[in-house]
């Protein structure tokens, strides 16, 4: 473990944590790469067929396409073959020199060689171990095969999008189920790593992505003491998206208790309040698309963006916002201001953090599967180089 003496005002949140991260693709990876951000030391383990975003589109040499080099930045990169006599002996001294592993393989996976939750935390009483999988360690669905789309649909949230939108059922176009899950497990093993500092032990924390999915989502307790008293779309009647003349695309949002008054000063329609399909939020839901059709005759009025954004933000609560892609966004002067990226050595730019603070941040680092193994397993371990040329011959430690 690493030495957390010394406290500065500039020291990084995670200064001396180490995380042993065997995690693959994006719920796991994210994780661990923001734990990498606030400063922990992350060693990823790679099996010899590498994490599988390592092949995603466009090919790049070395497998450190734009992709991984997101999930992935600021680690150091391992790869050992646990099929190797001595492998798990080696990942089990490594183990010994964390603070946490985090992994997110299907239950019992890791067991099988003897890495599981209670061997390691029976020889490591201080350790944090995060398993993440798609529906928990346990019960009657612990076996069954979880991608993002899977949680999507178990946890409410197609179905909500469907029962209050009317939409066709449709996955997004994001992986929001691996996403959130990412931040909850974050979140629990910083907790935890202060509970086994405050009291010296540890322990394994089972990351559920449907749990994660319906934690998150906002409406949950309302459709359990019985679902809603009247129609309602979330958010789709209430920060109406119009396009200009120009063709350029807006929306706008105002405080939901006020919205409607707030948007008929800005149009200078008032008697549209009297309207009996718009007088109720009821109403407004079931007659939407009238209103906004009202919206867009009045939107198609403005010469340009500078008068609409004026007639909209002049004497009213509301904020405006266009639609931008990430590239887009990224040339603004706020993106950098806010230093909304970073550059990784293998030469893309990544999101620089999840938050701005002292010590947050990216160093950047991507390589190669494998291309830290004699560093870090030097270094931890304090194997020369005869050794570590044993392991290498042994087939226990690999590169690409």
């Known amino acids: 473990m690493g030495d957390s003496s010394g406290d500065t005002a500039d020291q990084r949140p995670l200064d001396g944590i180490r995380v042993l991260d065997f995690t693959r693709v994006v719920a796991g990876p994210l994780a661990t790469r923001m734990m990498a951000d606030m400063g922990a030391e992350v060693i990823k383990i790679e099996p010899v067929d590498g994490d599988l975003s390592r092949t995603f589109p466009p090919y790049v ?16 990169f391992c790869s050992i073959d646990l099929r190797a006599p001595g492998a798990p002996e080696l990942v089990r001294e490594i183990a010994g020199r964390c603070d946490a592993v985090v992994e997110n393989y299907r239950p019992g996976v890791m067991a099988r060689f003897g890495l599981g939750p209670d061997e390691m935390c029976a020889a490591h009483p201080a350790l944090v171990y995060c398993s993440v999988t798609g529906f928990g360690q346990t019960g009657p669905w612990a076996d069954k095969r979880a991608y993002a789309p899977v949680g999507h649909m178990e946890s409410g949230y197609i179905d909500y999008a469907v029962r209050e939108t009317g939409a066709r059922p449709e996955n997004p176009p994001l992986v929001v189920g691996d996403i959130v899950t990412a931040m909850s497990a974050a979140a629990t093993v910083n907790a935890m790593l202060v509970k086994a500092a405050r009291t010296g032990r540890g322990g394994h924390i089972d990351v559920c992505m449907v749990e994660a999915m319906v934690y998150i989502q906002e409406w949950s307790a309302l459709e359990l003491a019985g679902g809603w008293t009247e129609p309602n779309a979330g958010l789709a009647h209430e920060c109406p998206i119009l396009v200009l003349p120009d063709g350029r695309v807006w929306a706008i949002a105002g405080n939901p208790a006020a919205w409607f008054d ?12 009297e309207d009996p399909r718009f007088s109720t939020p009821a109403g407004r839901m079931a007659n939407r698309y009238e209103l906004y059709d009202e919206m867009t005759r009045w939107a198609a009025g403005f010469a340009d963006v500078d008068d609409f954004r004026q007639a909209i933000e002049a004497g009213t609560p509301f904020s405006v916002a266009e639609m931008r892609s990430i590239t887009e966004l990224a040339e603004t002067d706020w993106a950098a201001h806010r230093g909304l990226l970073a550059e990784t050595s293998s030469g893309f730019a990544v999101p620089a953090r999840p938050a701005l603070g002292s010590g947050i941040g990216t160093d950047g680092h991507v390589a190669a599967r494998g291309a830290d193994n004699r560093d870090v397993v030097g270094r931890l371990l304090g194997y020369d180089d005869r050794q570590l040329d044993q392991l290498e011959s042994g087939g226990v430690l690999v590169t690409a």
């Open 61 to 76: 040499p070395g497998d450190v396409n734009p992709y991984f080099s997101q999930q992935n930045a600021g680690k150091r």
């Open 262 to 273: 707030d948007l008929l000063t800005a149009m200078g329609r008032p008697e549209l309040a």
